[in-house]
């Protein structure tokens, strides 16, 4: 029930918004967060919001990418500015995961998790 939208292709220094619209009905109750996975490696937590309006970012992302979430439209947004090529992944958005591990108990076949969305930063 997690849509992910908003990828593409960027340069350097670029900026892209992700947006993830949530079918469920928890949505404003629930702790969502963004993952990202490059090709051969793990899958890893960079942002999270909770119910309240806490966030917690990974480092690797943290004054660059701002997350946000609408409960009113029931959607989730990554905001990233100053993307670099590291960043290329394909990102997923996620819910019910632990806002301060930035971590999910949940598979990733669960509906818990969105099918991702492609970004590409050049050089």
């Known amino acids: 029930h997690l849509v992910e939208s908003g990828g593409g292709s960027v340069q350097a220094g670029g900026s892209l918004r992700l947006s993830c619209a949530d079918s469920g009905y928890t949505f404003s109750t629930d702790c969502m967060g963004w993952f990202r996975q490059a090709p051969g490696k793990e899958r890893e937590g960079i942002a999270a919001?909770?119910?309240?309006?806490?966030?917690n970012y990974a480092d690797s992302v943290k004054g660059r990418f701002t997350i946000s979430r609408d409960n009113a439209k029931n959607t989730l947004y990554l905001q990233m500015n100053s993307l670099k090529p590291e960043d290329s992944a394909m990102y997923y958005c996620?819910?019910?995961?632990?806002?301060?591990?930035?971590?999910?108990?949940?598979?990733?076949?669960?509906?818990?998790w969105g099918q991702g969305t492609q970004v590409t930063v050049s050089s």
């Open positions: 919001i909770d119910s309240d309006g806490s966030t």
């Open positions: 996620a819910a019910e995961i632990h806002l301060t591990t930035l971590s999910s108990v949940y598979s990733y076949d669960s509906g818990y």
